[in-house]
């Protein structure tokens, strides 16, 4: 359903689960800089309107799922670490090149919102489905679902806003070069890393 062209390598759950803080504090700033990738599109293209108007629904729930996580390091009593560079995320937006229309930059944003909510979601599957803690594991299964439907959401505006045929093959190289990215992640307690 997602297309992802490499899955994450299993033993990821593994690292994720010897440092439990780690990836609730990279989960937590994952969820701020999905709110702030909405209110970005938002600034940035405020003329498509049922786009902004998704996104203002987008903002409510990502910094809602922020909250979530944040509430899950404090009941253990830890505290929310600093952040700390994406190197997925810097990967895979530098796929496209900068410039072109503003119609061709959007799509490419929107494509890649909806490349990062896939992997998103692909790693909640594996923690809910792989993680001891049946908490945490019933946790991320109602993320993934959430995510599922943000993937969905943000390549759908892609292939409205642009021409489907040009969008789609843009898709499938992005997909490709994200599976190249991933051969050297899934070593790190991070969502994406």
């Not at 979601?121 to 993680?131: G, H, I, M, T, V």
Request: hydrophobic fraction near 40%; charged fraction near 30%.
């Amino acid at each position: 359903m997602l297309g992802l062209k490499l899955p994450t390598d299993p033993r990821w759950v593994n690292i994720v689960e010897k440092n439990i803080e780690e990836i609730l504090t990279d989960h937590a700033y994952c969820e701020q800089k999905a709110a702030s990738t909405a209110i970005s599109l938002i600034v940035s293209f405020p003329e498509y309107t049922e786009l902004v108007q998704e996104m203002v629904s987008l903002v409510k729930e990502e910094i809602s799922h922020f909250k979530m996580v944040h509430d899950k390091i404090i009941a253990r009593g830890w505290v929310m670490g600093r952040d700390r560079k994406d190197h997925y995320v810097l990967a895979i937006t530098k796929f496209f090149p900068k410039g072109g229309s503003r119609t061709t930059q959007l799509v490419h944003r929107l494509l890649y919102a909806a490349l990062i909510e896939a992997r998103s979601c692909e790693r909640f599957r594996l923690l809910s489905e792989q993680l001891e803690d049946k908490s945490l594991a019933d946790f991320y299964r109602k993320l993934m679902v959430s995510e599922a439907g943000h993937y969905t959401m943000f390549l759908g505006f892609a292939r409205q806003y642009g021409e489907r045929n040009e969008v789609d093959q843009k898709w499938k190289e992005l997909l490709a070069y994200e599976a190249e990215v991933m051969k050297d992640l899934s070593k790190q307690e991070t969502i994406h890393g």
